[in-house]
């Protein structure tokens, strides 16, 4: 039995194997993340946010706070006077007047370069949290002036 020139010996009802596809084009490696900030990474070169990738060097950073203080009654406290309620009914009812203050905000993150814009809101609940996203970001403002 003969074979055709283009197929090899084998089985002659075979298809010709087809030749592989060509690679994607891969993006170029920005580098690993060095910091994060809420939710965005920020590499030597390129922030990365769920919006898109916005370019490092040239970009402007701003940080605004946004607090206010919640003031509640704690838990400890309402089932103290439920508690006391059966032995000593008015006295128990002086628990309700404990109120605890708590801090609640966001620090709102915006990163602007050109017309890319992207704002990240990270919620906080401690004057320390505060401070180190501040901090993080004039590291970062400190990358993007290289």
């Known amino acids: 039995m003969t074979y055709p020139q283009n197929q090899p010996p084998g089985d002659p009802w075979s298809t010709p194997s087809l030749p592989e596809p060509a690679a994607l084009p891969v993006p170029p490696d920005h580098g690993p993340v060095i910091l994060q900030i809420g939710d965005m990474g920020v590499t030597s070169s390129v922030v990365h946010t769920p919006a898109g990738n916005i370019p490092l060097p040239g970009s402007t950073w701003m940080v605004h706070d946004y607090w206010h203080n919640e003031t509640k009654i704690p838990t400890w406290a309402i089932v103290a006077s439920i508690a006391g309620f059966c032995v000593l009914t008015i006295f128990s009812l002086l628990f309700l007047l404990v109120k605890v203050t708590i801090p609640r905000g966001t620090v ?14 990270i ?7 505060v401070t180190a996203v501040h901090q993080q970001v004039n590291y970062v403002r400190s990358l993007a002036a290289l």
């Not at 709102?108 to 809101?121: E, I, L």
């Not at 919620?123 to 949290?129: A, E, M, Y």
């Open 108 to 121: 709102q993150v915006t990163v602007t370069n050109g017309t890319r814009q992207y704002v990240a809101r």
């Open 123 to 129: 919620p906080v609940t401690d004057h320390n949290q």
